[in-house]
């Protein structure tokens, strides 16, 4: 849903030639680009088709449903390798190649080592062809093996796109039913973490044939020169690798175990984002931190465990080639033999390509593998949830001319505009409209609008139920709808009401198809159009929400903006329709989202519109207009069911359709229910008369499971009557950092797991490490040196018999050669253990404290924060930032230390044994600091591009999953994948990058070590006669180390690198401006308020510094226990002034507001917020038990949440919960009614028992019946408290001791009732009294006036008794 238009830019590699591919030489003029400036999004190439989303999705759904067609039990692995598995064995062919080079290399050193033994017969021509050799094999492997790993890594990110975007339209398609087995933190995972798996996971597959073929013919040659002795060797090695399979495979396990905690901590994390603010309200950031922390504590105490097992695996690997030398050695020692330098070095270049491949790339298959496998399992039950029945939905994709799939667009919606994106450019933005319209020219006359039917349509449209039967789960013998019947023909508007939870919305669920029937049947035909009674309202501007996709038609799209009543609040608007309303539509009041979400629903010419509370957000005023011009006069011949607690348009409707406990009560037009008895006087004015009078009892039903609510996500936002003129800033794109990763970067992250001392002890462990692996070599070379010149000197006095007395020949002491390499051996051994898991362990609580860190920035930021970014961008941190901390950085980073250290004391011991090395080495090291400075000056920002784009991906997760009903309703399940594919084309174009930035480094780095083996090689050569053959082996064979070595130990340099950027965004949300302190010196005074009186002198308020005054110089007292009613129309400004006592943004100027006489600015926010009690316009539950819901801080006894639930009539209800109380509450409470969720919100402010009470728009979607009970509620249970109540409903606050109107920000009257409404129509309550209509305007002045009457004639007696 977003609003941006990228140019298109063709990808060279596509037109690149076979040199061109192989040194990735046409990335380099993006590189220059780089060098230069910041890259942007638009330098970025467009994904070739064969990576784009759309091909990949449709090539694996079509092995997939041929998967699920085939087999009773369907296995995604089988499609994936029905799919892509015969390019992928191909990839093993060079692979083979690249390790038949590696293999050669220790060979040709042999013979090279021999022509510096004594006496030896290899020619110096023989000596540099085998120079030359092992410099063309250091060159051909590397070139070779980037293309592996490019074409690998590659193949790895086309299941990860194409198992993505399955994903989400699989979430497009889920039941209700399959909606409670999944969670927004499993979806989020699924798309962040599991399918990361796919990166990794198959480039070492081909080792797990590749490792054994290998150890049989390295096998062979080392018995050729060790003989039986390399048996030993290669039995540790044997031996190590089940070892190393099984940590493998338990890492594995632990991983599986920590991605389900992290599944519940994303979701936690996901709805306490978009609850933000009434967390705030209530103080609830302490009881939420505390199940964070949990939370995470669990999921890290599963990452501890699964690290020691990777721990455990790298120390094998690191000291696997020191034992196996010292078992070889020691053998081949005790059995006589004398060591050779050609022999020794021979053998341990041997064991470090089998160590490569049998232990370090065979154990990493085997984790990957399993890991891979795990992550499909899980995408794959995903995969395997049940399905709505949907006839909107489409499965058969379309092809272009070209043959082309195009993201199964159907028939109809082909040509849908509307979500500007780079996968379909939107003309819904006209040129002509760019400036801001005019709406005196816009607006409407006062006339009915109709929508035209299409000629095109046969059939007539209707709705018909008969006997219908329904619920939501199917484990249950409840019905949630029982035996309905109705029909509505061609051109008529059906009224169902019916109390909170009668299945008002199970109904309009059944018609949707998103509730199955059990029994009965229902004939929807017609094309259908559904608003929902939770407004949907996605990031992008109001034009685009409201045509979402279809083409733009300008007068039949201004007939409806005035027909829903908005044409003043775009007007109001800065950018009129083309003003962009934020993630969630933070911009927007809850009147004018609901009205929006209204208009989508009418601007699709429909056949049948189902209408569900669209009236309930709005006042009396808008209501009547959308009634008449829109319902009643734009649709008025359509098919409408209209959901609504608004009884006074009951009169107008064809039918009335009355519900009550999921079953109809009655259906008939008005006087046919009026013959029967039906006073519907008596629902209009509820309370009036006995429950034996009304139509609408008491009871409530909770059988169903779900509601129509569901989605996997319901971002309950409760922001609702701010300002039309934008008051909250616009969203804006994502902050990206400039330049390198600081070193403050590194620091922060390396000092907050153990500290500074931690890092000091790291850094000693390292060095002592280090310095004895490179002894261990040197001590071998040393040795065998000895060995070679005591058996030369024996080999001359055996030749030339001398045997003179007195005479001794040199011995080689073996004993203390074997015992100091023992020693040492056994110390690397120890060291490098120590050293992992110690690097490990502080990696993890390095992570781990971030995240504590950054939650506590992040919950103690001000609201406008959450306002002005969108929930998948903050999850973002969450998921896949934090993903990165534990899993991959860590060891990522342990062996960049680890190959760094060897790669420099490689070079320096080279150096040392042989100065002409230096030579040609510092022009060498100067290149490749120079290349490498240039690369990462593009890397960065490629991977930030990388990490930025994915944000979107997120965020229009959560958007879809908020409006799925609306999204399945509308039939834009294809609008919406094709952007969503638009997003991860525009991610996959970043990772792209990624992937050949990185080959383009890791190739010419390739070329500076195969050119440091050939000066190896060649000036030892040269320099013969300065060398033994031990100094020459212990050279050549760490030269040819260092290709894999250096190489490696780059390619990890630039990733960390990379991965530190997710350290760096982390870092970033750490150092979030929070509020002011939740605590200060200052303290209330004890029992603070009092009273609750409230003082407002000269206040002004605004959401952010910068931004307009959406509340401006207010001055006025409310007294303690008045009870205020606040009105005004949409965008007046009235829930700011709620915000405003709350100091959810700080007070303007010299202004001040006290309570009880405290100036609440001078206490701290939890000492103010704690003792005002809120109910929200928009219920928020969480998941998790109900008792927790009411009383997360464990504070009142059951008998005092058991009355509460009786004065909000939810006892019975809950009493026929299973568990009661304890009853776990599906994810946002979606298996509670809308209504029903704000009767919980109204419980849990009856347990707080504060002296002031403030009530947002509360009963808007509960019937009046229902309102009725609960003002009863309200006035006996908050008698003695302040009540400021915010309302739409004017009978709500009529009898309140005084209104305030609010108007433009500003309080225009402020009296009481009956006064006010003396003025009459000059007045501005009087005029919304007015719009009311003659009898009910009546009824209020009445009201209004005996509530006057009755009060002064108590205050009269008061002062007689006094």
Not at 504 to 512: A, E, I, M, P, W
Not at 525 to 539: E, K, L
Not at 1209 to 1214: E, G, P, R, T
């Amino acid at each position: 849903m977003d609003s941006k238009v990228r140019a298109q830019k063709a990808n060279p590699m596509a037109t690149a030639n076979a040199l061109s591919r192989l040194l990735f030489w046409w990335l380099n003029p993006l590189f220059k680009v780089g060098y230069k400036r910041k890259l942007e999004e638009d330098d970025m190439f467009n994904v070739l088709y064969e990576d784009s989303s759309c091909k990949l999705r449709t090539d694996l759904e079509r092995a997939w449903n041929m998967e699920k067609s085939n087999y009773s039990k369907p296995r995604l692995l089988r499609a994936l390798w029905r799919c892509y598995g015969k390019g992928w064995i191909l990839l093993g062919i060079p692979l083979v190649l690249e390790e038949s080079m590696k293999v050669a290399q220790p060979l040709l050193m042999s013979r090279l080592i021999l022509y510096f033994s004594p006496g030896s017969h290899v020619t110096l021509t023989e000596a540099y062809l085998c120079a030359l050799g092992i410099s063309a094999c250091a060159l051909l492997s590397g070139m070779v093996h980037h293309q592996i790993y490019f074409l690998t890594t590659r193949w790895g990110w086309r299941k990860k796109v194409a198992c993505c975007s399955m994903i989400y339209k699989k979430a497009l398609r889920l039941s209700n039913t399959a909606l409670l087995k999944t969670t927004t933190g499993q979806i989020v995972n699924l798309m962040s973490n599991d399918v990361n798996r796919f990166d990794l996971g198959f480039q070492f597959i081909h080792y797990l044939w590749i490792g054994p073929v290998e150890a049989i013919v390295v096998s062979a040659i080392l018995w050729r020169e060790l003989g039986p002795s390399c048996l030993a060797g290669l039995g540790f090695m044997v031996f190590l690798f089940p070892v190393q399979s099984a940590m493998g495979k338990l890492f594995s396990k632990f991983r599986s175990q920590t991605a389900h905690r992290t599944d519940e901590r994303v979701r936690t994390m996901s709805e306490i984002i978009s609850a933000m603010r009434v967390i705030k309200m209530y103080t609830w950031e302490e009881p939420f931190g505390k199940l964070v922390a949990k939370q995470r504590r669990c999921e890290v105490q599963k990452i501890a465990k699964a690290v020691t097992c990777q721990g455990l695996n790298l120390t094998f690997s690191f000291i696997s080639v020191r034992v196996i030398s010292l078992l070889a050695f020691l053998t081949y020692t005790l059995l006589g033999n004398t060591i050779t330098a050609s022999k020794v070095f021979t053998a341990i270049a041997l064991y470090n390509v089998l160590q490569f491949t049998l232990l370090k790339f065979l154990p990493i298959a085997v984790q990957f593998l399993s890991e891979v496998l795990i992550a499909i399992h899980r995408i794959q039950n995903f995969l395997l949830l049940d399905e709505v029945r949907h006839p909107a939905l489409s499965d058969a994709p379309e092809k272009n001319e070209d043959g082309r799939p195009t993201s199964n667009l159907r028939k109809e919606a082909k040509g849908l505009q509307g979500f500007s994106n780079n996968a379909f450019i939107s003309h819904v933005h006209d040129e002509q409209d760019k400036a801001k319209p005019s709406f005196s020219e816009k607006a409407m006359p006062d006339v009915n609008y109709t929508l035209d039917k299409s000629p095109s349509l046969v059939i007539i449209p209707s709705v018909v139920a008969s006997n219908l039967s329904a619920k939501w789960d199917e484990s249950k013998e409840g019905q949630t709808l029982k035996n309905v019947n109705f029909k509505v023909p061609d051109g008529q508007l059906l009224t169902v009401v019916g109390s909170v939870g009668s299945g008002k919305s199970s109904l309009l669920s059944v018609l949707l198809g998103e509730l199955p029937t059990s029994s009965g049947e229902v004939k929807v035909d017609g094309q259908v159009s559904y608003a929902a009674q939770q407004s949907w309202v996605f990031s992008s501007t109001v034009r685009q929400n409201i045509v979402f996709g279809l083409p733009f038609e300008r007068l039949k799209y201004w007939k409806i903006i005035d027909c829903c009543g908005l044409s003043k609040d775009l007007e109001a608007m800065p950018n009129g329709d083309l003003t962009l309303v934020g993630d969630r539509g933070i911009t927007l009041s809850g009147g004018q989202k609901a009205r929006i979400n209204l208009a989508r629903a009418v601007y699709r010419d429909a056949d049948i519109y189902l209408l569900d509370d669209p009236l309930s957000a709005v006042d009396a005023k808008v209501g009547r207009l959308i009634f008449e011009r829109c319902i009643q006069g734009m649709l008025k011949n359509k098919v409408r069911i209209l959901v609504t607690h608004q009884l006074q348009y009951l009169i107008h409707s064809d039918q009335i359709l009355i519900m009550n406990e999921g079953k109809q009560l009655a259906v008939g037009t008005y006087p046919e229910l009026l013959e029967q008895g039906f006073a519907f006087s008596d629902l209009i004015y509820a309370g009036k008369k006995d429950d034996s009078q009304t139509v609408l009892p008491s009871k409530r039903l909770l059988q169903r499971q779900s509601s129509i609510r569901s989605g996997v996500l319901e971002a309950l936002d409760t922001i609702d009557d701010e300002p039309a003129d934008n008051t909250a800033a616009e969203e804006q794109d994502e902050d990206r950092f400039e330049g390198g990763v600081s070193l403050k970067v590194y620091w922060d992250y390396l000092t907050a797991g153990f500290g500074k001392l931690g890092l000091v002890l790291s850094l000693v462990l390292n060095v002592v490490y280090q310095g004895s692996y490179v002894f261990t070599d040197w001590w071998l070379a040393h040795w065998a040196a000895k060995e070679e010149e005591y058996l030369n000197i024996r080999t001359q006095n055996t030749s030339q018999n001398i045997s003179e007395k007195g005479t001794t020949t040199p011995t080689v002491d073996t004993n203390l050669y074997l015992y100091v390499f023992t020693g040492v051996t056994v110390a690397v051994v120890v060291l490098s253990t120590v050293r992992t898991l110690f690097m490990f362990y502080n990696c993890i609580m390095a992570s781990h404290n971030l995240h504590n860190t950054m939650f506590h920035a992040i919950i103690r930021t001000p609201i406008l924060f959450f306002d002005t970014n969108p929930v998948g961008r903050i999850l973002n941190r969450f998921s896949k930032d934090m993903g990165q901390l534990d899993e991959q950085l860590p060891w990522q980073f342990v062996e960049f230390v680890q190959y760094t250290l060897l790669t420099v004391g490689v070079v320096v011991m080279v150096g040392v044994v042989n100065p002409w090395v230096f030579i040609p080495v510092i022009p060498l090291l100067l290149i490749f600091l120079y290349i490498r400075h240039y690369f990462l000056a593009t890397s960065r920002d490629v991977k930030r591009l990388e990490a930025t784009t994915r944000s979107p991906v997120f965020s229009h997760l959560s958007a879809t999953l908020q409006g799925l009903s609306t999204i399945r309703a509308l039939a834009a399940d294809t609008i919406v994948q094709q952007e969503f594919d638009a997003h991860q084309d525009l991610h996959s174009e970043a990772w792209f990058l990624f992937l050949c930035t990185t080959r383009w480094l890791a190739i010419r780095l390739d070329l500076l070590t195969a050119a440091f083996v050939t000066s190896v090689t060649f000036c030892s050569v040269l320099a013969a006669s300065s060398l033994d053959g031990g100094l020459v082996g212990l050279t050549v064979s760490y030269s040819i180390v260092v290709t894999v070595f250096f190489q490696w130990t780059v390619r990890l340099s630039t990733e960390v690198e990379t991965m530190m950027t997710s350290a760096e965004r982390v870092l970033e949300y750490t150092k979030l401006d929070p509020e002011v302190q939740p605590e200060t010196k200052v303290q209330p005074p004890t029992g603070w308020p009092q009273h609750g009186s409230i003082e407002l002198q000269n206040a002004s308020f605004s959401y952010s510094k910068d931004g307009p005054q959406v509340l401006k110089e207010l001055s006025e007292s409310i007294s303690a226990q008045e009870k205020v009613g606040i009105v005004g129309r949409t965008g007046a400004g009235k829930s700011s002034l709620m915000h405003m006592l709350l100091r959810m943004a700080e007070i303007e100027g010299l202004g001040s507001i006290s309570i009880d006489g405290v100036d609440i600015s001078t206490i701290g926010l939890f000492d103010l917020r704690s003792q005002i009690s809120v109910i929200p316009q928009d219920p928020v539950l969480f998941s998790g038990s109900l008792r927790k819901n009411l009383d997360p801080f464990d504070q009142h006894t059951d008998w005092e949440l058991w009355s509460a639930l009786e004065q909000v009539q939810l006892k019975h209800v809950v009493g026929e919960l299973s568990m009661a109380l304890e009853a776990e509450l599906a994810e946002c409470g979606t298996n509670f009614s809308v209504g029903q969720r704000q009767l919980v919100c109204l419980a849990r402010a009856l347990l707080r028992r504060t002296k002031i009470l403030i009530i947002d728009e509360a009963t808007a979607n509960v019937d009046p019946r229902t309102d009725e009970l609960i003002q009863q509620v309200i006035r006996s249970r908050f008698e003695h408290c302040t009540v400021l109540t915010i309302a739409h409903r004017l009978n709500t606050v009529i009898d309140s001791g005084r209104i305030m109107v609010i108007a433009d920000g500003r309080v225009v009257e402020f009296g009481e009732p009956y006064r006010l409404l003396e003025a009459g129509d000059s007045g501005q309550l009087g005029r919304l009294v007015a719009e009311l209509g003659t009898d009910e305007a009546a009824r209020m002045r009445s009201i209004a006036r005996q509530c006057f009457h009755r009060k002064h004639a108590e205050l009269e007696t008061m002062d007689t008794r006094l």
